[in-house]
């Protein structure tokens, strides 16, 4: 499941919006090993394209040293699409690297990318296997949710869950 408060979550749909008709990209970085979608970094989608993403290589280099100086990892990478259903595509799922991320697609086809509700959807994608998850939006995060462990990690003692700020 993916929790995710409602400032970045709304930053992700007004990103969407505001590129469209190209797709939008970007990543959103938090604590390492916390699951927990902290910092939005909005990329630049260097194919500028409507139906096709790409990161520029030289800001995800930076972005990747930056999250590596703060002890941080792309929690959510997420990008739009512009004319189809907020599902993976082919392309998607061969591009997907990050095993541990929230893949976020936005479908800002009709008329969605100007008002209304859009299409967010969250999956995980490991071995090109892609599977839905539950989008929880959250005012807040509490912090039973900041030490939540990732899916397949062991829970740590309760004396040794702390809150990350």
Sequence with gaps: MLI?????HDAIIEHARRDHPDEACGVVAG??????PARHVPMLNAAMSPTFYEFDSGDLLRLYREMDDNDEEP???YHS???TEAY???????????PN???????????AHESGPVDFRS??????EVTEEEV????????EQISRPRPGTPAAPPEQKKAVS
């Design 101 to 111: 991320a929230h893949y976020v697609l936005v479908s800002t086809r009709d008329g």
């Design 31 to 36: 604590p390492i090993g916390s699951d927990r």
């Design 123 to 128: 999956y995980r994608i490991v071995d090109g």
């Design 75 to 77: 929690v959510v990478i």
């Design 4 to 8: 995710i408060d409602r400032a970045t």
């Design 81 to 83: 699409h512009t004319a």
């Design 88 to 98: 993976p595509s082919r392309t998607d799922i061969n591009l997907a690297q990050e």
């Design 136 to 143: 929880t939006v959250v005012e807040r995060y509490e912090d």
